[in-house]
């Protein structure tokens, strides 16, 4: 199954650190494998994040190398359902969020995050989370 990668893990995977984190190594060996999906709005807020130009510049080229999933008007709509059906419980999220939600279930994806709040929508939403491998070599 391909892997919906939220903002939140691609931050963490790129943060430049001398210990390699078990976020970014699980990030590595999606990429490796293929699996590893984008959406616009999650390169839209990667690179809104990106206060030098020589940053946004890197940053743009690296992610280039992963197309965005084009987006259709069902995916928007789902993503206002889910929000409604979400929001009925007591959770609340961004439209981002949702809209990640949706297009996971209707591609039929795995979301990878390190944002605490997909836990919740799993509880009410058909989505599927996906949980780091423990992979030392």
């Given at each position: 199954m391909n892997i919906l990668v939220d903002t939140s893990i691609w931050s963490l995977a790129l943060r430049r650190s001398r210990?390699?984190?078990?976020?970014?190594?699980?990030?590595?060996?999606?990429?490796?494998?293929?699996r590893v999906e984008i959406i616009g709005p999650i390169r839209q807020e990667l690179l809104s994040g990106m206060t030098?130009?020589?940053q946004f510049d890197l940053l743009q080229n690296k992610l280039g190398d992963f197309p965005d999933l084009p987006l259709r008007t069902s995916h928007f709509e789902m993503a206002a359902d889910f929000s409604n059906q979400c929001r009925k419980h007591g959770i609340q999220g961004s439209h981002t969020d949702f809209l990640i939600c949706s297009v996971a279930h209707l591609e039929k994806l795995s979301i990878y995050s390190a944002d605490?709040?997909?836990e919740h929508y799993a509880k009410r939403l058909p989505i599927h989370l996906h949980r780091a491998r423990n992979i030392r070599k």
């Open positions: 210990v390699v984190s078990p976020v970014a190594e699980e990030l590595s060996h999606l990429i490796q494998e293929g030098h130009r020589a605490g709040d997909f």
